[in-house]
């Protein structure tokens, strides 16, 4: 089992508002390059959407609950289909979105039992609880060639170490993918 976590960053850093849902004054930032930038499975999951299983925040799954089930082509029927857990301490029903559960009781501890690769999109509290129990083994950003100067951080300052090893870069659209791997202890 591998955690994975999938993000749209900016040069800086910032992982906020990538779609301009929040209502942000800089919040868009990833949909101006346009759709072929983010449309589809521009983060190379691959089999491991097929066969994994989605854990999201609360404002994450609802606003994906909101944009995949009304949706349908090929990757949308893939979004739909993936199990997705979802931590939440105030959600209680998930079924407007197929397949969805919310977990019951800690975060850290669903991810560790769960058998299948797990896939970590958007919410930074989710992102970053696992970076603090030490379960990330992968990064996957698409990378934007744009520059905030002020929003949320993925790695946010005074965070703890982490050391990485890039498996990957590629061009995706007006982005670049890349991929990082924790390095072997």
């Known amino acids: 089992m591998s955690v994975i976590v999938i993000e749209f960053i900016t040069l800086d ?8 849902s929040a209502g942000t004054s800089t919040g868009g930032w990833a949909f101006r390059h346009g759709p072929e930038t983010v449309a ?21 799954w609802q606003l994906f609950s909101r944009l995949w089930p009304g949706r349908d082509d090929p990757f949308a029927a893939r979004m ?28 850290v501890h669903a991810v560790k039992r769960e058998p299948r690769d797990v896939i970590i999109t958007g919410n930074l509290s989710v992102v970053r609880t696992l970076m603090a129990g030490d379960l990330i ?25 982490a050391y990485l ?14 991929r990082y791997g924790r390095v072997a202890r």
């Not at 089999?47 to 404002?59: F, K, Y």
């Not at 990378?143 to 905030?148: A, H, K, R, V």
């Open 13 to 20: 850093g910032i992982v906020s508002d990538p779609d301009g």
């Open 40 to 60: 589809g499975d521009k983060f190379r999951l691959g089999r491991t959407l097929d066969d994994g299983v989605m854990a999201l925040g609360r404002s994450t």
């Open 80 to 107: 739909n289909a993936v199990p997705k857990l979802v931590a939440s301490r105030t959600l209680t029903d998930a079924s407007a979105w197929a397949n969805s559960t919310v977990i019951d009781g800690d975060l």
């Open 137 to 161: 083994d992968e990064y996957r950003l698409l990378t934007f060639p744009t520059i905030l100067g002020g929003g949320e951080r993925l790695f946010p300052s005074g965070g703890s170490p």
């Open 165 to 178: 090893e890039c498996l990957s870069a590629e061009r995706v659209g007006a982005a670049v993918l890349t």
